[in-house]
């Protein structure tokens, strides 16, 4: 377990490389769900902010995605969010991971592009995925994602777990509780599918929040295959998309009664 005394502070301490074997051996990528990473007291504050905020730029509505509010708008965020990604984008932090998950030359993205709060309703989903590879803006290849969970009393009945999925669609092999304090942390590749691809249960009032960000490099990744995509890939997991897709309009159906 990991804690930080201070998420204000621009320095990093913890040693990357002790978590370096769990994390690059993970499968079906690799991956790694650090708990009780930050300060109690300053997470808390950052998760009752997000819980509060209304600024969104907008809301995700098709067919892979459903009920996503997010903000990517730095100026928008309230302090302690801004705070959080600082230290985020820290050399120290940046560090950290380089030295955890063996990339080189990582550069967070200060335009927080497909980043930022993300925020999902009752019925909400994110289709099993590959991430867009390559960032316009900045000329650079995506590497890492990094997600920081902010729900304090989730409930497993609710779903919204992270799904990583094998490389072949096949099946889900590992998954993530979004729960307040884990960061969840994982490689960027072709074929990383991951999500939290059927209808969020949660009542009414009651949202997913996380801080997503991504990290860059200039190195040509090596994937077999591998071509610049400023887009996701969806992917389907066959019979039990189509249960997924029965259950939203039945939750969404009984909502309007």
Known sequence: MLMRSNIER?????????????????????????????????????????????????EKDFYATQKKRYCGTYEKMPPAV???????????FVKFLEDMT???????DPQLAGGGIHSSTTSGFLKVHADFNWNEQLGLYRRLNLLVYLNSGWEAAWGGSLELWS??????EA??????????IFST??????????????PEGVTRDSIALYYYSPAKPTDAGRA?????????????????????KLIDKFRGL
Not at 167 to 172: E, T, W
Not at 189 to 202: A, F, I, K, T, V
């Open 167 to 172: 490389r072949d669609m096949s099946r889900k």
């Open 102 to 108: 063996g990339e080189s030359d990582l550069v967070g």
């Open 189 to 202: 590749d072709e074929s990383s599918y991951h999500g939290h691809p059927d209808p969020l249960s949660c």
């Open 10 to 58: 621009s320095d990093f301490a913890l040693d990357g490389k002790h978590f370096a074997a769990a994390y690059r051996q993970a499968r079906p990528f690799p991956h790694i769900a650090l708990k009780n990473f930050w300060d109690p007291e300053q997470i808390a504050e950052v998760s009752r902010q997000v819980k509060r905020f209304s600024f969104f730029d907008g």
């Open 228 to 248: 610049k995509r400023g887009i996701s890939e969806y992917r389907s997991r066959g019979i039990s998309d189509l249960l997924s897709s029965v259950k939203f």
């Open 175 to 184: 998954s993530i509780v979004p729960d307040l304090n884990t960061v969840a």
């Open 82 to 92: 801004r705070n959080l990604i600082d230290t985020c984008h820290s050399s120290g």
